[in-house]
């Protein structure tokens, strides 16, 4: 029985505390999203910024499949421009035995922010994903020996030595944010899983194409997985976006106001250097603006099961719902908005909770015949 909701942990964490301490609350984090059976948990690689401190998610991801029983954990995603393919290839595959075939492998050509550090420029990166991606697919799920050299990397004849764990495919997922068709086009070339995230607004440093919305980002993918005679899932689809949740909508709001106004000027604005509010927007207004924009679902159980099924219908459709987690209030608040995820959001959503209902009323009508 799954629930169709997991995790995205960038992770972001404010500045001023235990860096120590706030890598293992992820672990701590997948653990109790596990027990309360969560279908999965993304973990992102930052090298900059202060705030994402995890460098090395393959590290966690191996230690979450020690201390987890169900649930599947992911790169999320590995930035290919700035890694050799054999590695990525390399590290999946023994990420897929220690987890015993839990493991999905997301790409995605890395965050523009961080690309000077490797001396690129956004435009390199994602030439870098589209001449590494096959590259990956071929060493992860083929059999045949690559031989290929570019301005970036050489192989030689090179196949990995240890097998997978099944015998059937590693999933792959390819990341998109909505700022370029490349991403969509590539996964609709190879028929991967997609994986999008939803931020409809203003969060886009001057200069940027628009963005494009989540069902276009679909069709650029149908539509390529067309020309090149492949099929994607929406099944396979995943959309990240905070969530929170708690007993009504005004304690909701009230939770994650202050950390979400942090995480959007301290983070995005001041260290970022992005634009974080639309011209004439009020930043007392941020995070309603956001939610009304469809960037977040923020309130009671009742108001995020409608504002999924809007997402729902807006999309067209989706598979799972990713919650990522911004680190906007309390530990024990977020780990009170996860419960209400799982308990009574997500039974309503996967409709697990109908079958119960059901002998229920087949009881009571019963009574009358």
């Known amino acids: 029985m799954h629930s169709r909701i997991g995790l995205f942990l960038s992770p972001v964490h ?18 109790h999203a596990d027990r309360l059976n969560f279908d999965e948990a993304w973990f992102g ?38 890694h050799h393919p054999f590695h990525v290839a ?11 075939g839990r493991y999905i492998l997301g790409v995605g050509p890395g965050v523009p922010f961080e690309a000077g550090v490797f001396g690129l420029d956004a435009k390199e990166q994602r030439k870098r994903l589209d ?22 990397y050489e192989l030689r004849d090179a196949k990995l030595q240890l097998p997978r764990f099944g015998p059937g495919p590693i999933e792959v997922a390819v990341a998109t944010s909505g700022t370029s068709v490349t991403s969509p086009r590539l996964i609709g070339r190879y028929g991967l899983s997609m994986t999008s995230f939803a931020l409809p607004f203003a969060l886009l440093t001057p200069g940027t194409q ?32 905070p969530v929170h949740v708690a007993e009504t909508g005004a ?13 959007l000027f301290e983070y995005f604005k001041k260290a970022a250097g992005r634009d974080v509010l639309a011209p004439g927007a009020s930043r007392d ?20 099961v409608s504002g999924i099924r809007r997402l729902q219908e807006a999309t067209g459709g989706f598979g799972t719902l990713l919650v990522y ?21 997500a039974p309503r959503i996967n409709g697990s909770a109908a079958r119960p209902q059901e002998a229920v009323d087949w009881a009571i009508a019963a009574r009358g015949r």
């Open 45 to 82: 690689e930052h090298h900059t910024l202060g705030w994402g401190l995890v460098g090395a998610p393959e590290t966690l991801i191996a230690a979450a499949s020690q201390r987890t029983r169900q649930i599947r954990l992911a790169n999320g995603v590995v930035p290919l421009s700035g």
């Open 131 to 152: 001449e590494a991606l096959p590259t990956v697919l071929e060493l992860v799920n083929g059999e045949e020996r690559v031989t290929q050299k570019t301005d970036w």
């Open 14 to 31: 404010e500045t001023g505390q235990d860096p120590h301490l706030a890598i293992h609350r992820n672990l701590e984090l997948v653990e």
């Open 285 to 304: 207004r941020a995070l309603e603006a956001r939610v009304e924009a469809g960037g977040a679902l923020v309130g009671s159980v009742d108001e995020v």
């Open 251 to 263: 304690q909701a709001f009230a939770e994650v106001r202050d950390g979400y106004d942090r995480w």
């Open 90 to 100: 390399s590290r999946a595959v023994h990420l897929d035995h220690l987890s015993r």
């Open 325 to 345: 987690v911004a680190d906007w209030t309390s530990y024990e608040n977020t780990n009170r908005s996860l419960e209400l995820l799982a308990r009574h959001v």
């Open 210 to 241: 628009e963005h494009i919305g989540l069902a276009q980002q679909w069709k650029h993918a149908e539509e390529a997985a067309a020309e090149y005679g492949r099929t994607v899932s929406r099944d396979a689809w995943r959309i990240a976006l």
